[in-house]
């Protein structure tokens, strides 16, 4: 590994985005926990009285598995001990959906026909709960190792800064499921499918062969990209 790349990880040790204060993990199958540290390093994550290990790669890159876990709404601490130390708070156990699209995903509930709904669930007397984790959005040719999410976890107080329709579907699932319903949203405006397909499926597609040069002209670390530019 480059001194430079080594010295930058010793800087920023750290570990996924979405594992964070108020996270949900999913109920019933094993949920992985990842992150980054020096080469080498020894990384423990304690979570619901189990106990698991890993060491980095050479990359840096390190990751374990927690065993399969039951719906839980009362809140546990969920600890990751690394070059770095963090105890994660008020974590929950229950179902997690992923919400993807263009500009009706992203669409706030406070601005839609459902703001009704998100003021009943944010003024409850007992927060519900129902959270969400938004990605910042970016564009990138390639996909990103590190997600950012500005917010974070978001609980049901800010339901009106929820996706509307991941709201909406959000709580009808918590009125039949009684359990903890998280909601990862990554969407992007004015975004075709294509955008959220892995390249080198669009590449050996024989029917997408403009989508696969629309990319390569838009790559510059190809010459045809550069030939493009």
């Not at 978001?154 to 009808?172: N, P, Q, V």
Request: glycine fraction near 6%; include cysteine; charge should be neutral.
């Amino acid at each position: 590994m480059p001194a430079d790349k080594r010295a930058e990880l010793l800087k920023n040790p750290g570990f996924g985005r979405v594992f964070s204060d108020h996270m949900v993990l999913q109920r019933r199958q094993a949920n992985p926990i990842w992150g980054w540290d020096t080469p080498g390093a020894k990384v423990t994550v304690k979570f619901a009285g189990q106990t698991h290990s890993a060491t980095a790669g050479a990359d840096g890159r390190w990751s374990v598995k927690l065993a399969a876990l039951e719906a839980n709404a009362t809140p546990q601490s969920l600890e990751i001990a690394c070059s770095s130390r963090r105890e994660l708070k008020d974590i929950l156990v229950g179902e997690v959906w992923h919400a993807s699209g263009q500009s009706n995903m992203e669409w706030l509930a406070n601005k839609s026909l459902c703001s009704a709904l998100a003021r009943e669930i944010a003024d409850a007397k007992d927060a519900l709960p129902i959270r969400e984790f938004r990605t910042d959005t970016v564009s990138a040719l390639y996909p990103q190792k590190r997600a950012k999410s500005e917010d974070g976890w978001k609980s049901s107080r800010a339901a009106g800064d929820f996706s509307a329709l991941a709201l909406a579907f959000a709580y009808e699932l918590y009125k039949e499921l009684k359990i903890p319903i998280g909601i990862l949203l990554t969407s992007h405006s004015n975004t075709r499918i294509e955008a959220f397909t892995q390249r080198q499926a669009i590449e050996a597609h024989p029917d997408l062969k403009v989508d696969a040069d629309q990319m390569r002209d838009g790559d510059v670390s190809l010459e045809q990209g550069r030939a493009a530019f």
